[in-house]
């Protein structure tokens, strides 16, 4: 079953990089309905596994609703491991909400570890894709679509900072241009 655990994050990872790349967003209904897949997997999974292995039980409702309960309380770990992961990169604007909400979903399908590698290696991953950016120019970047150029936000249009940022842009690139590279090497590694 490991397999199929494997081909829905692979699922959900494809999705959300079409998804970002496209539009610099990755939609909740996305991340929700994988997340709960996920959880819904790996219960049903538990169950499987401990009503296939295991000799007959006198109480075999009983069996399956403690698996189900391992495989929830395991896939909720992983789901919690990727936010948390996520949620300090999001709250320094180095990350959108999608992302994290992503690496929550992400989570419940593989579990803590490997969500913590894949966390690891996608920021990694970000970070030689900025070197390569500085490295190669802003302009050439944003000329090559390897960063998106967007106006700067000012939510203080009063201030003396305002006008001096007014012509300041903001680069960036979609994440997932990172987590693919970043799950691939937690996966082989």
Not at 11 to 28: G, K
Not at 64 to 83: D, E, I, P
Not at 164 to 173: I, L, P, S, T, Y
């Amino acid at each position: 079953m490991m397999y199929f655990s494997a081909a829905g994050a692979a699922v959900l990872l494809t999705a959300a990089f079409v998804s970002d790349i496209r539009t610099m967003r990755i939609p909740n209904r996305l991340n929700f309905a994988a997340l709960a897949a996920g959880l819904l997997f790996h219960a049903a999974d538990s169950v499987w596994i401990r009503l296939s292995v295991t000799p007959p039980d006198p109480r075999p409702w009983l069996a399956a609703l403690q698996a189900a309960g391992h495989g929830l309380l395991a896939a909720c770990a992983g789901a919690g491991a990727g936010f948390a992961l996520l949620l300090p990169l999001y709250r320094l604007g180095a990350v959108g909400g999608g992302d994290v909400k992503l690496f929550a979903a992400l989570g419940s399908w593989i579990g803590v570890r490997e969500t913590f590698e894949c966390a690891v290696y996608a920021i990694l991953a970000a970070g030689a894709y900025g070197l390569l950016c500085l490295v190669i120019g802003r302009r050439r970047a944003v000329r090559w679509k390897l960063l998106r150029e967007d106006a700067a936000e000012n939510s203080e249009g009063d201030s003396d900072e305002a006008g001096r940022d007014a012509g300041m842009r903001k680069c960036r690139f979609p994440f997932m241009i990172a987590v693919i590279p970043g799950a691939i090497a937690a996966w082989m590694w």
